[in-house]
Nanobody, 120 residues
């Protein structure tokens, strides 16, 4: 089992910034990839960004150029810096991690989610 603890959500005005953090209960080197998803009210959960052990990132079109997914190996923490936030970014943001396995489907773990609200 892997616990993922998110923090950093909150209320921000349009155009503002927030930084989300995700701290797993085990070394981030054992999790690959890690990522962020979000779910707005009445909508399905969608990918925001992912990051591999090697630092390779992938972003949804809606996040490209505004969000930055990074990791601090020394702190075993993954971050999502969100700039130029828009009202449509309002959602619950979830941290996600996969545990690589030699065979079969890798187990996937989710955090409890953190609310991000973009409103004036």
């Amino acid at each position: 089992q892997v616990q993922l603890v998110e923090s950093g959500g909150g209320l921000v005005q349009p155009g503002g910034s927030l930084r989300l953090s995700c701290a797993p209960s085990r070394s981030i080197f054992s999790l690959n990839p890690m990522g962020w998803y979000r779910q707005a009210q009445g909508k399905e959960r969608e990918l925001v960004a992912t990051i591999t052990n090697g630092g390779r990132t992938n972003y949804a079109d809606s996040a490209e150029g505004r969000f930055t997914n990074t990791k601090d190996n020394a702190k075993d923490t993954v971050y999502l810096k969100m700039d130029s936030l828009k009202p449509e970014d309002t959602a619950i943001y979830y941290c996600n991690a996969e545990v690589p396995v030699a065979y079969g489907r890798p187990p996937v773990y989710w955090g409890q989610g953190t609310q991000v609200t973009v409103s004036s």
